[in-house]
């Protein structure tokens, strides 16, 4: 059980809670809408049993995709502390071709913003339920090869979930990381889990949440987005391209990109994902 309740968030946010009322969640963290005394309505996030520095990380992460420049808005963060995060609730609406555009240039301004190394200076991270590697590295090509790819893959064989002509497929991306990652980028300021669930869209644009945010290679975050799917996804790209072009081949590194969020869901999955696993590494591999 989740020690939030609203006496909790009255402590934590010096105003009564008038009603606190669960809106869904995934399999880790819980989603509430708390009414507040003072009619305003904010959304809580919670998770039982959250480990020290869950929801001060995911706080660092969006106060630092808030300071870009005409970057993606964020919710505007109210408070947390270890037991939760809450942020002001934001109204969503159907996305459109418009707001997608809007995105698309709001996310290379997010990316362009920059970050001060490779990973982050400052303490843990956590995609979904997993442990984050942070670094920090001096180049991209060691911040995906030993703290994306080869800790996952580890996990993801003592778990059984990957064969062993995966387990020596990605080894050679690894290996071969600095001739797949293409031309050299300073560090990215990147939101480092950007599925389409972690993205909310408005009437007028979309706002990001969930962060794993880090200094990384901004082709990431568009290989997860075309990884998943999200709605107008050529329009999202087209834009971004059209404000930050990108670099020759960004397409046919994809699978390099997508290979990490892939072994991710392997781990905590299993099922066909290690499978996939294999499939965009021999694709990276091909490709470089």
């Known amino acids: 059980m989740s020690p939030v309740d609203s006496e909790h968030l009255h402590t934590l946010l010096g105003t ?48 630092r995709l808030a300071a870009a420049p005409g970057g993606v808005p964020v919710p505007r963060m109210l408070a947390h502390d270890e037991h939760c995060l809450v942020l002001e609730w934001v109204t969503t609406g159907v996305p459109s071709a418009t707001a997608a555009e809007r ?10 913003h920059g970050a001060d190394v ?4 400052d303490g843990p991270g956590w995609i979904g339920s997993l442990d984050l590697p942070h670094g920090p590295w001096k180049r991209w090509p060691d911040l995906w090869a030993y703290g994306r790819l ?3 893959l580890r996990t993801a064989r003592k778990a059984g979930a990957v064969d062993r002509r995966t387990v020596a497929d990605v080894e050679k991306v690894i290996a071969d990381l600095p001739r797949l ?3 050299d980028e300073p560090p990215a ?15 007028t644009g979309a706002y990001l949440v969930d962060p794993a945010a880090h200094g ?26 059209e404000a930050w072009p990108l670099a020759a081949g960004w397409r046919e590194r ?3 990109h997508q290979l990490h969020p892939v072994l991710v869901h392997a781990v905590l999955f299993g099922g066909s994902y290690g499978a996939q696993a294999g499939r965009l590494a021999r694709q990276a591999l091909r490709a470089g």
């Open 103 to 112: 995105f698309g240039r709001a996310l290379a301004a997010t990316h362009r």
């Open 254 to 256: 994809l699978p390099l």
């Open 181 to 183: 990652a293409g031309p």
């Open 118 to 121: 490779f990973g982050t200076a």
């Open 16 to 63: 009564a809670v008038e009603s606190l009322t669960p809106v869904g969640g995934g399999s880790i963290c819980e989603a509430r809408r708390a009414r507040l005394g003072d009619g305003r309505t904010v959304f809580v996030k919670t998770r039982a049993g959250a480990p020290p520095g869950f929801f001060p990380a995911e706080a660092l992460g969006l106060t």
């Open 189 to 203: 300021l990147v939101h480092g889990d950007l599925w389409a669930g972690n993205v909310l869209w408005t009437e």
């Open 216 to 241: 990384g290679h901004r082709e990431t975050d568009l290989a997860m987005l075309t990884l998943f799917g999200l709605p107008h996804l050529d329009r999202v790209l087209a834009a971004y391209d």
């Open 150 to 152: 080869e800790p996952y």
